[in-house]
């Protein structure tokens, strides 16, 4: 019989006994002080293009809120993954004159 170190790890555990890792939330940083990218993309969507919204540093309540916003404005659906938001379409334009309205210093990322 092995004995145990003290270095032991579990490798699966049915009942999920050990506790959760905690994740820091972010605080927000204010608009004026965020580098924010806009990029439109077509890679690893069978064709469709999406606008990607990058740079944010915000918590995920802000995220969400300011991605409802962004997806009313154009008019599209949208979701958020990896902490950028994902704007259905080739919106760039529209979102970089909403984000520089609400204070962010976007740019355009990458070209035709």
Do not use: W
Not at 39 to 63: C, D, F, P, Y
């Amino acid at each position: 019989m092995a004995k145990s170190s003290p270095n032991h790890r579990i490798v699966y555990s049915e009942f999920g006994t050990s506790p959760a890792p905690e994740e820091e939330i972010p605080a927000d940083i204010p608009p004026q002080q965020q580098q924010v990218r806009i990029q439109a993309s077509r890679s690893g969507r069978k064709g469709k293009t999406v606008t990607i919204v990058t740079g944010l540093q915000l918590s995920l309540e802000s995220l969400n809120t300011l991605l409802k916003q962004l997806k009313n404005q154009c008019g599209s659906g949208g979701t958020i993954k990896d902490n950028t938001l994902e704007i259905q379409g080739d919106q760039t334009q529209k979102l970089l004159q909403i984000m520089t309205t609400l204070g962010y210093k976007a740019k355009i990322s990458g070209g035709k």
